[in-house]
C-alpha cells in the first residue's frame, strides 16, 4: 500500500526518527514542526493520515482534529501525546480521530494503526471519485410512492431526455447521487462515462488537480500528465456533488468549461476541448452563499436552469416502510439470511423520526438493529437510544431503555467496550459511567 504520512511534531529528534521507522513501510513520509506548517502541507499535498502529536507551540491537537476532518475529511488523524489522558482521549475521538495513542505505552501499535487508518482513507478517497464506465441505475431504483418524491422522478425524466444541465437540491443523504446516476443512465450519454467527484472532499489545490489535471513538472510531485476528470468525462456526464463547498476561484475556471467548452491542464499552454453534461448537487442555499461573496452568481445561473429539489425522509413517512424493507432485503441477502421484519411499534417508531441524516441514516438504523435482532425481528428496542426516545407514549422509562440498549451493545461486541463505545456513538468515559450507573 502506498500512502501519504504526516508527521507534526516539534521535537525535531523524534520526528525524525517516526520518519526513518514509517519510510521502511515504503510510505512517503511529510515532516513539519508546528500546526501551521501541517495545514499548509494539507493544503497542497494528498495526505492520507496524519500522525500528530497533542502539545504543540502554536496549539492543541486535539483542537486540530476536528478543524482537519472539517477542511480535509479524507484524512485520517492518529495522536500520539507524552501526557495521555481520559478527557483528551474522549475529546479527540468525538471531533474524529482515527486514535490516540502514548508515546510510552503504543509505541508498537502505530506502524499497524498507519495501515488500518490508511486503508480508510484510500476507501473514503476512491469513494469520492468515481469513474462509472456506464450508467449503473434507472429511475425504477428511486424506491417511493409520496407527492414529492413522485414529483422529483417525473422532473429528472425530463431532464433526462434532454441535454440540460441540471442542479440537484437537498439535504445530505436525500438520494442526490441515485438522482444524478439515474438521470445519466437515461440520457443519450448512458454509453460514455459517469464521472462523479465529492468537492467537499479536497483542498482548493487538490480538487484543481483532481478536475482539470496537470502537465508534468507543474508543481512538486506532478512527475507525469496527469487526465483531469474533467478530460475524463469528455462525451459523457460529469458530476459535481456539493458545488457550494468548491472555491470561487476555481468556480471561474468551471463556468469557462460551461461556457466555452475548454480548459487547460494545471501547468500546460495547449488548450483541451470537451463535451461534457454537467450534473450539480448541494445541500446549501446558493443564493446565500451568493450574498456572502462565497458563490458566483453568474455559474450559479448557468447551473440552476433546470433544478430538482429531492425532499427530506421527514417530509415523506409514508415511504418509510418501502426503504426499509429495502435495506432490509440487502442486509438479508449480504449477510445470507432470512428477511428480516419490524414489528409494528418499531415501524411507527421510524415514521414518527425527524431523521437528519435522511436515507443515509435509515439505512445505517437498519443495519445496525439487524445485529441486535432476536428471530429476525426487528423491535423498539433493537433500535437506537435516540429513535426510542422519540416516542412520548413508550411504557417504559428512558433508564429502562437505555439500559437494555447498551447491555445488547456489549453482549453484540462481546464484550468489548470501545467497540460499543463507537457503536453507541458515545464516549468511552460516558460509557463507563452508564455501566455503573446501571450495575452492568
Known amino acids: 500500500m502506498s ?13 525524525r526518527l517516526l520518519t526513518r521507522i514509517i519510510s521502511l513501510e515504503g510510505f512517503r513520509v511529510f515532516e513539519a514542526g ?13 495526505i492520507d493520515v496524519v500522525l500528530c502529536d497533542v502539545k504543540l507551540p502554536d496549539g492543541n491537537g486535539v483542537d486540530f482534529v476536528a478543524h482537519v476532518k472539517s477542511a480535509h475529511p ?12 481520559i478527557g483528551d ?8 480521530a482515527f486514535d490516540y495513542l502514548e508515546k510510552a505505552n503504543d509505541n508498537d501499535r502505530i506502524i499497524p494503526l498507519l495501515y488500518q487508518a490508511g486503508q480508510k482513507a484510500v476507501a473514503s478517497r476512491e469513494k469520492a471519485v468515481q469513474v462509472n464506465e456506464k450508467g449503473s441505475q434507472e429511475f425504477k431504483s428511486i424506491i417511493g410512492t409520496g407527492t414529492a418524491i413522485a ?3 417525473r422532473l429528472a425524466g425530463k431532464a433526462a431526455a434532454s441535454e440540460i444541465n441540471v442542479l440537484l437540491l437537498g439535504e445530505t443523504g436525500t438520494g442526490k447521487e441515485v438522482f444524478a446516476n439515474a438521470i445519466h443512465y437515461q440520457s443519450k450519454r448512458a454509453d460514455r462515462a459517469l464521472v462523479a467527484l465529492n468537492c467537499s472532499a479536497f483542498s482548493k489545490e487538490l480538487l484543481e488537480g483532481e478536475l482539470f489535471g496537470h502537465k508534468a513538472g507543474a508543481y512538486t510531485g506532478a512527475v507525469k500528465d496527469k487526465k483531469g476528470l474533467i478530460e475524463i468525462a469528455d462525451g459523457g456526464t460529469l458530476f459535481l456533488d456539493e458545488i457550494g463547498e468548491m472555491h470561487i476561484e476555481l468556480q471561474a475556471k468551471l463556468l469557462r468549461v460551461l461556457e466555452q467548452g475548454e480548459f487547460y491542464r494545471l501547468g500546460d499552454t495547449k488548450k483541451i476541448t470537451v463535451d461534457i453534461r454537467l450534473i450539480a448537487a448541494t445541500n446549501r442555499q446558493l443564493t446565500d452563499e451568493i450574498a456572502a461573496g462565497r458563490f458566483r452568481e453568474d455559474l450559479y445561473y448557468r447551473l440552476n436552469v433546470f433544478s430538482i429539489v429531492l425532499p ?18 440487502q442486509v438479508s441477502e ?6 428480516f421484519s419490524i414489528e409494528n411499534s418499531a415501524m411507527n417508531l421510524l415514521k414518527g423520526y425527524s431523521f437528519k441524516g435522511n436515507i443515509r441514516e ?5 443495519q445496525r438493529a439487524a445485529v441486535l435482532a432476536d428471530g429476525g425481528v426487528i423491535k423498539v428496542t433493537d433500535l437506537p437510544f435516540g429513535v426510542q426516545k422519540s416516542n412520548g407514549e413508550s411504557s417504559l422509562s428512558l433508564e429502562s431503555i437505555e439500559k437494555e440498549h447498551i447491555s445488547r451493545i456489549l453482549a453484540s461486541t462481546g464484550g468489548n467496550k470501545a467497540k460499543a463505545a463507537r457503536v453507541l456513538q458515545i464516549g468511552l468515559a460516558t460509557l463507563y459511567r452508564k455501566m455503573q450507573e446501571y450495575g452492568i
Not at 5 to 11: G, H, P, T, V
Not at 34 to 46: F, I, K, M, N, V
Not at 74 to 85: D, K, P, R
Not at 334 to 339: G, Q, V, Y
Request: no cysteine; glycine share 6%.
Open 3 to 15: 500512502l501519504n504520512i504526516l508527521i507534526i511534531d516539534d521535537e525535531e529528534q523524534l520526528r
Open 34 to 46: 508546528t500546526l501551521r506548517a501541517g495545514l499548509s502541507l494539507l493544503a497542497h499535498e494528498q
Open 74 to 85: 479524507l484524512a485520517e488523524i492518529i495522536l500520539i501525546t507524552a501526557f495521555g489522558n
Open 89 to 96: 482521549g474522549v475529546r479527540a475521538m468525538k471531533n474524529g
Open 151 to 153: 414529483e422529483a422522478t
Open 312 to 329: 427530506p425522509l421527514r417530509d415523506r413517512p409514508e415511504d418509510i416502510p418501502l426503504l426499509a424493507n429495502h435495506f432490509l432485503q
Open 334 to 339: 449480504k449477510e445470507h439470511k432470512p428477511l
Open 362 to 366: 435509515l439505512k445505517n438504523i437498519l
